[in-house]
C-alpha cells in the first residue's frame, strides 16, 4: 500500500470484533493513521481496513502467510489478518522472533511503534454524527517503564492469551524477548530477560539462533499436532467494546485445563534473542521447548 494513500472504511472493517479504534464505515482515512492504530493501539478495524485496501481478506491472509514462509516462520499460519483466534491460526515463540527481527528492519515500521501517541481522524456515522478526532495512545508500556525499549507490541486473544514482543537498545546492542501464553500480559518478565541479556550476552554461549529468509526449507510434517482442550477450540478473541471512537475491550480471561502438558509448554514459550539472531536464555530449561523438533504451537 501507499503510505500517502487513502482508504474508504467498509462495514467490515467498522464492525471488526475486539480492540479498535472506532472506524467509522464510508469515511476516509490516511493509510499512516491506520497503520499507527494498527501497531499502538492493536486496533482490529484498522487491521480489515488494510486487507480490504490491500485485495481483499483472502488475498492479505494469502501474503502474510506466503512472508512467513519466506523468513523461515514454518510454525505460523495465518487465517484472520488480525490475529484473532480462527481455525487453525497459530504460531510460536521462536516464530514471532522471525517476524519481530524482519519487521525491525522496515523504517516505517520502527517509526510506528516508537510513537508514543499519534492523533487519528474523526468522521461522520451513519446516523449523521460527527465524531472529531482524538489521540490514539501507544499500548506498549514497555515504552514507558524501560530506558532503551524500541517495541514492539503486545497483543491477546483466547487461545493464545497475552502474547509479547519486546525490543531494546543499550550501548550500541539491541536484544528482543518473545513471549506467549503469559496470563498477566505485564511487560515487567520482558523487562527482567532484557536486563539479564545485557547483563550476560558478553559471558554466555548462545544455544542456537535465528535462521534469515530463504535459509530454512518447509519442515516435512513428522506428526499431527496434537488438538486444543475442548473449551478453548471455540474461542473467539476479545469481546467488541460497544463505545464510540477509540474504545478498547477488556476481555475476561479464560482459564485452560491445568493438564501437564498445557502447564508444561505455555511456562516455556519464551525466547530472548540478540540483534545478531542468536538465542539466548536465563537458563537452559527456559529454551528448551524452542530447540525440540516438535514445538507446541499457540
Known amino acids: 500500500l501507499n503510505p500517502r494513500g487513502v482508504v474508504v472504511a467498509g462495514e467490515d472493517a467498522a464492525t471488526a470484533a475486539g480492540t479498535r479504534v472506532g472506524i467509522l464505515a464510508g469515511n476516509r482515512y490516511p493509510v499512516t493513521n491506520l497503520i499507527d492504530a494498527m501497531l499502538m493501539f492493536s486496533a482490529n478495524d484498522a487491521v480489515y481496513a488494510l486487507a480490504d485496501a490491500a485485495g481483499g481478506y483472502e488475498r492479505t491472509v494469502e ?3 506466503a512472508k512467513a514462509a519466506e523468513i523461515g ?14 481455525g487453525e491460526q497459530r504460531s510460536s515463540a ?10 525491525m528492519r522496515l523504517p516505517a515500521f520502527r517509526n510506528a511503534i516508537t ?14 454524527k460527527v465524531w472529531p478526532a482524538f489521540h490514539v495512545y501507544n499500548i506498549n508500556d514497555l515504552l514507558r517503564h524501560y530506558p532503551g525499549a524500541i517495541g514492539i507490541k503486545p497483543g491477546r486473544t483466547d487461545r493464545a492469551q497475552h502474547t509479547f514482543i519486546g525490543a531494546a537498545t543499550r550501548g550500541g546492542r539491541t536484544l528482543m524477548v518473545t513471549q506467549m501464553g503469559s496470563v498477566t500480559g505485564s511487560w515487567k518478565p520482558t523487562a527482567a530477560l532484557l536486563d539479564w ?46 463505545g464510540g471512537p477509540g474504545t478498547q475491550s477488556t476481555p475476561a480471561p479464560v482459564a485452560a485445563p491445568a493438564t501437564p502438558e498445557t502447564a508444561y509448554d505455555r511456562t516455556l514459550s519464551l ?11 536465563t537458563t ?15
Not at 284 to 298: C, D, N, Q, S
Open 73 to 86: 516462520a514454518f510454525d505460523t499460519l495465518t487465517v484472520d489478518p488480525s490475529g484473532l483466534d480462527d
Open 115 to 128: 510513537k508514543r501517541d499519534a492523533v487519528f481522524p474523526g468522521g461522520k456515522d451513519k446516523n449523521g
Open 94 to 103: 521462536y516464530d514471532l522472533a522471525l517476524i519481530g527481527r524482519d519487521a
Open 63 to 65: 501474503l502474510m502467510n
Open 271 to 281: 525466547v530472548a534473542v540478540t540483534a545478531a539472531g542468536l538465542v539466548v536464555t
Open 197 to 242: 541479556g545485557f547483563a550476560n550476552a558478553d559471558r554466555v554461549t548462545p544455544v542456537g539462533r535465528l535462521v534469515e529468509p530463504g535459509e530454512a526449507a518447509a519442515p516435512t510434517p513428522a506428526a499431527t499436532v496434537p488438538p486444543l482442550p475442548t473449551d478453548l477450540a471455540d474461542g473467539t478473541g476479545d469481546a467488541a467494546p460497544t
Open 284 to 298: 537452559a530449561v527456559l529454551l528448551t521447548v524452542m530447540l525440540r523438533r516438535r514445538r507446541r504451537r499457540f
